[in-house]
């Protein structure tokens, strides 16, 4: 599985931007497939997941009310919407698949990350 991430970029605190990850391939329908960042001297931390079987999504809580992720099964593409942006989402966001959760360790592929910039 591949996964090819897009859209980041530099916006204004308070804008929106929108990432996509497109999966190449398909995991099992039980898994989840998400956004993680990673901040300049910070760990990466969890962001949002969606589960490809209906279990839902899940947000870390700075996120939550802000951003929404969505997938198209047809298109193996998860998308992040993100709004109301604050210079601490400043970071780079990668896609991951093959997820059993929310903990990075879980995840079984990668994708290239793309970088998220807000200016105050």
């Known amino acids: 599985v591949q996964l090819q991430a897009s859209g980041g970029g530099l916006v204004q605190a308070g804008g929106s931007l929108r990432l996509s990850c497109a999966a190449s391939?398909?995991?099992?329908?039980?898994?989840?497939m998400g956004w993680f960042r990673q901040a300049p001297g910070k760990e990466r931390e969890f962001v949002a997941v969606?589960?490809?079987?209906?279990?839902?999504?899940y947000y870390t809580d700075s996120v939550k009310g802000r951003f929404t992720i969505s997938g198209d099964n047809a298109k193996n593409t998860v998308y992040l919407q993100m709004n109301s942006l604050k210079p601490e989402d400043t970071a780079v966001y990668s896609c991951?698949?093959?997820?059993?959760?929310?903990?990075?360790?879980?995840?079984?592929?990668w994708g290239q990350g793309t970088q998220v910039t807000v200016s105050s």
């Open positions: 391939g398909r995991t099992s329908s039980s898994n989840y």
């Open positions: 991951a698949a093959g997820c059993r959760g929310y903990r990075a360790w879980s995840c079984a592929y």
């Open positions: 969606i589960s490809w079987s209906g279990a839902g999504t």
